[in-house]
């Protein structure tokens, strides 16, 4: 049996991506659609045999409430609209899955938390590289019982584009009230959020140096590049890079007294290569490619059917955006932050 999903927000990465993947999804299916452009959802809702009275917008999407065939919402908008609509679709009794980063600010992220546990659903961040199996492959490979990176040292993560807000989609990336922020919440994340699952600890330590080219008009309210680095309790160190500036780069290294690995692309949509490297022997690992984000929405399913909390909860993207709003502080004092020790919110099984 499948529980049936609705995606708020019919955007590029939704449309391209999320809603191909249900026909990919064992426990899922998509059954309605919310958006401001009806003949829009209409076309899609054709395309994929979603009934159009099951097509909601902006103004009416809490009547969602009384449509007992949707299950969760899943919410596919600007980052600065990611609050408010998982909010209204918790208390219109609905499960939500909502998009990275998780909202702007950490009382968004508190609010959000709090409106799904008062409704009693479920709330997970998608993050997408925890479902991966080449993402999982390395966590394996670096705190997996084999250890076969020995005991780890040091972490770098790169992740940048060149953002274009000639395209829609990057229109609203450069406006900071709907961004958040530049690239470190929009791809910057994954580095961050890398270092984090690959450790599988948080970090007790935070410096940072941003820099924005000068007179670019797409970084007059956001930042272009973020170079942050984390301390883990355990004493590994983490390099990490964001950048809208540079060309497309998706890269986690991982560096271990008896071994390193090289995942690049780390974070690709389809394509993902892995690389262990020990003494003077480089060799690729193969690993059969999945739909993630097939086995992500079905996580979710399978995690509200057995009553469980999702393995990326709320609580998973509050620290990517707590961590976010410490490194834009530590670039913004050049003083290297200290934090208070704790448990990761992610939930491993
Ligand atoms: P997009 O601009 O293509 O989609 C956003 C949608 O929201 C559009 O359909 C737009 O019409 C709608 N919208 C409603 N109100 C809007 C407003 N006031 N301003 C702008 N748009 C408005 O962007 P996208 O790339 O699809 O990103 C959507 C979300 O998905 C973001 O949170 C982004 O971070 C996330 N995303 C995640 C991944 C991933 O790999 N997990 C990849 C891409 C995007």
Known sequence: QKLGWAVVGLGQFATEQIMPSFGECKRSRLVALVSGDRAKAER???????NPQNIYNYQNYETIRDNPEVDVVYIVLPNGMHAE????GARAGKHVMCEKPMAT???ECQAMIDAARQAGKKLMIAYRAQYEPYNLAAIDLARGPRKELGKLKAIVADHGRIVKPSEPQDRWRIDKKLAGGGSLPDIGIYSLNA??????????EVSAMLYSTPNDPRFVEVEENVNFMLRFPSGVLANCTSSYGYSDTK??????????LELSPATDYYQHRLFVEKGKVREE???????????????????????RKPKTPGEEGL?????????YEAARTGRKIQLEPMQPPRNER
Not at 252 to 260: H, K, N, R
Not at 319 to 327: A, G, K, S
Request: aromatic residues 10%; proline residues 2%.
């Open 251 to 260: 890269r986690i290294q991982v560096f271990g007294s008896e071994g390193t």
């Open 85 to 88: 609509y998982t909010i209204r």
């Open 44 to 50: 899609y809702a054709r395309q994929y045999g979603v």
């Open 195 to 204: 270092a984090r699952y690959i450790t599988g600890e948080e970090p007790i």
């Open 319 to 327: 620290q990517d955006i707590r961590l976010i709003q410490t490194i």
């Open 105 to 107: 600010s950490v009382a």
């Open 285 to 307: 690992r193969n690993i059969d490619e999945k739909n993630q984000f097939a086995l992500e929405i079905d996580h979710l399913s399978e995690s509200i059917v057995q009553n």
